[in-house]
């Protein structure tokens, strides 16, 4: 049986139908929708270059938080149907490349709403990514049924960002904006919820269906949303809306909650029997959208950088305090200065698309190679040579995984070994070919836990390296590597009895296909 060594790495490359789909182009779509009714809600609208910045930073935003969500989250994708076939749980990615596409999207677009309208709208957006991925995602997700109660203010955010874009400050009518869909989030997501309630449970995350039981579930999305019925009319009453929007937002709400009381009633168990529940979540989706796009809000006009001539000159003129001239000359800066704003923001746009496009194609080799030289996220580290064995013992664990559908067999020769730290060790992966045709794969690698990956030192690797395997060929794939002896020196890694190394094979022809 031939043995194989190769050592030529090569980056396995990203699709860009990929990264589209880790940004959740559906959920993006209503988050631009509802920050765009945030910016025409204000009663100045700007200049249609800053609007669109605004908009389009809002967009990058929203897709910053779907790509860092699914970075976090790529393990328990995979044990849900509903999401399995999302990039990272269908292998068509690895998660570095999402972690640095979701980290780049977010600081492009919180400093691109900075430079275009102003800082404060920039912060709001900071502070909406931030509140999504740490507090909703990493800490609250899963670890309580109130996930979503909480997590909601994260989807809030949009309106009351594109407000401050427009106008530079907070008001009422945005805030209630934040309110409608902070309310509207449980009752939407809980709905959901309930009938894909066992891929919840696979894995393992507490949604109130999983933890409290499908009653009280449907109980709580009939009382949630009640407050997001007032909600949702109380701009009409304050005066902040005309008729239209309120007599659309009463019908809408008034059929939210016509479909919310058969969820109520509703004690099927089982998905298939839950058309209310399926009911509502389809309406819901609507809801949103339709109450936004309702709106006559009132005092709106656009954004003029002159004051209204005749009003101001003929007061001033009249006081005895300016001359016309003087006047006219204050109305020409303005014009002058929004201008040269909109220029500048146009050719901010233009440099750091062109930046970041660089910096797209530059960062998978940059971040492989900074993993590689500091054992980040579980990266091995390479070396030349073996330090030589100290006392202890410490056991490695062989992994093996294959893309679906390649048709390979992919193992270790032996499961596990343990050595001692410091020792120079020689183990075998096996891939065989059970194809009538020439496949070439790609292997990616990683170790666990992540905290072992600046210990763990290979000396000679297959991973990155494309292997062709004849139909029924079999070939044996050295793997020398050492683990360091200053993991025993280290508190948080010296109690680690067993370190697991990890090794996906990809079809190069899905690759090549994909590009």
Known sequence: ????????????????????????????????????????????????????????CIALGAGACGALNQWYEADLDAKMRRTAKRPLPAGRMDRQTALHFGVGLGAFSVVLMGLATNWLAAGLLAASILFYVLVY????????????????????FPPLIGWVAATGHFAPL??????????????????????????????GIPMLPVVAGVESTRRQI??????????????????????????????????????????LANRATEPAQMAPEKRLFAFSGLYLPIVGS???????????????????????????????????????QNRDQLVNRTGRTALYLVVMVFGMTGLAFASVPLYRAFCQFTGFDGTPLRAASAP?????????????????????????????????????????????????????????????????????????CFCFTEQTLKPGESVLMPVVFFVDPKIRADDGTKAIDEITLSYTFYPVETQASAR
């Open 1 to 56: 049986m031939p043995t194989i060594e190769m050592t030529n790495a090569a980056a396995l490359p990203a699709d860009w139908r990929d990264l589209l789909a880790l940004t959740k182009p559906r959920v993006m779509s209503l988050v631009v929708f509802s920050g765009l009714c945030g910016l025409l809600a204000a009663p100045e609208l700007p200049p249609l270059v800053l609007g669109f910045s605004a908009i389009l």
């Open 137 to 156: 995602t990493v800490w609250l997700k899963p670890r309580t049924a109130q996930n979503i109660v909480i997590g909601g203010a994260a989807g809030a």
């Open 174 to 203: 945005p805030l209630l904006l934040f309110a409608i869909i902070f309310l509207w989030t449980p009752p939407h997501f809980w709905a959901l919820s309930l009938f894909v309630r066992s891929d919840y449970a696979a894995a």
């Open 222 to 263: 009939l009382l949630y949303s009640l407050p997001m019925v007032a909600a949702a009319i109380a701009p009409w009453p304050l005066g902040l809306t005309g008729p239209i929007y309120g007599i659309a937002a009463s019908a809408l709400s008034a059929t939210f909650i016509v479909l919310a009381l058969p969820v």
């Open 294 to 332: 309702s709106g006559d809000h009132r005092e709106r006009r656009r954004f003029d950088p002159r004051p209204p001539a005749r009003t101001v000159a003929d007061l001033c003129l009249a006081a005895g305090r300016v001359r016309r001239a003087d006047v006219l000359h204050h109305h020409r």
């Open 388 to 460: 030589g064995a100290v006392a202890g013992q410490i056991g490695v664990r062989f992994d093996a995984n294959v893309h679906p559908g390649m048709p390979w067999r992919f193992e270790p020769v032996q499961n596990t070994v343990r050595i001692a730290p410091g020792a120079r060790t020689t183990i075998y992966y096996r891939a065989t070919n059970l194809s009538a045709r020439a496949i070439t794969g790609q292997a990616v690698f990683n170790v666990s836990p992540d905290t072992v990956g600046q210990y763990f030192d290979k000396i000679e």
